[in-house]
């Protein structure tokens, strides 16, 4: 055999024997970027690493005990018109939250109670963004605005604040006593909050500026639409809170469970 049939054959043996890489890594991402690949993916790492697992409009996983990952997510993509209601505890109880876009890393998105949801997410629905739990006709809607997204754990007394006007998108809650000195550091509120509920004897006061500094306002019942609530400089309060105080029936700020937790 010639020498240059011996090199031709190396090389051809050489490049078929490559491995392919990043064939796997393309699942739940640019793979599933195309139309009609509408789904989940959670991810054990941040910055969507480690085990990855994915689900469709309509799954739902009542306990992630026991499973391969658990609890045990750091990061979420999701894609197309879906969202994902998640809860830290299974059975769909519990703190609860919606995500609806990508979140690189869920130490900077904070449950209640001083908590962040990474490693925290007990139970999860997958939903259609067009209201249906997946594929086939869209059910009636239930009672009460069209659009609203599943209504978050109320509490007893306290508040619940909105990504939108009308209590709809992305929520959270807090109980009398707990106060937020920075609500973009720490809950990625800053500055995106558009409508407010109040529960019981709850109140709240909020700043448009962080550490309870800046104009103020106390809340005491529901606003449906900040942006028609003005400011004594006649701004809007749509989007402009940047710290809240959740008073108890008692009246006065709160000094109870949440007092030292930005601290």
């Known amino acids: 055999m010639k020498w240059s049939s011996i090199v031709s054959l190396g090389l051809f043996?050489?490049?078929?024997?490559?491995?392919?890489?990043?064939?796997?890594?393309?699942?739940?991402?640019?793979?599933?970027?195309?139309?009609?690949?509408?789904?989940?993916c959670f991810y054990k790492d941040?910055?969507?690493?480690?085990?990855?697992?994915?689900?469709?409009?309509?799954?739902?996983?009542?306990?992630?005990?026991?499973?391969?990952?658990?609890?045990?997510?750091?990061?979420?993509?999701?894609?197309?018109?879906?969202?994902?209601?998640?809860?830290?505890?299974d059975g769909f109880r519990g703190r609860s939250t919606d995500f609806t876009s990508d979140v690189p890393n869920l130490q900077l998105r904070a449950a209640s109670g001083g908590h962040t949801w990474n490693d925290r997410i007990q139970s999860f629905r997958v939903v259609a963004d067009d209201g249906r739990p997946g594929l086939g006709p869209a059910p009636a809607p239930a009672p009460g605005p069209v659009g609203r997204l599943p209504e978050p754990r109320q509490p007893r007394n306290g508040v619940c604040v909105y990504e939108r006007a009308q209590f709809q998108g992305r929520s959270e809650c807090w109980e009398s006593g707990e106060e937020v000195r920075d609500l973009a550091r720490l809950h990625d509120w800053g500055d995106r909050i558009s409508?407010?509920?109040?529960?019981?004897?709850?109140r709240a006061l909020i700043y448009n500026n962080r550490d309870f500094r800046g104009e103020s306002m106390s809340v005491e019942r529901d606003i449906p639409d900040l942006s028609r609530v003005r400011m004594?400089?006649?701004?809007?309060?749509?989007?402009?809170?940047?710290?809240?105080?959740?008073?108890?029936a008692g009246g006065g700020p709160g000094r109870g469970r949440g007092r030292d937790r930005d601290r």
């Open 13 to 40: 043996l050489g490049i078929s024997s490559i491995p392919a890489v990043g064939t796997a890594a393309q699942f739940g991402r640019q793979g599933d970027r195309r139309e009609g690949s509408e789904r989940v």
């Open 232 to 248: 004594r400089g006649n701004q809007a309060w749509n989007n402009q809170i940047s710290s809240l105080q959740i008073e108890g």
């Open 195 to 202: 409508s407010i509920r109040v529960f019981g004897n709850g």
């Open 46 to 89: 941040a910055n969507y690493g480690g085990t990855e697992q994915c689900y469709r409009a309509g799954d739902e996983v009542t306990s992630l005990s026991g499973r391969g990952a658990g609890g045990v997510f750091s990061s979420i993509r999701v894609y197309g018109r879906v969202h994902v209601t998640v809860f830290d505890e």
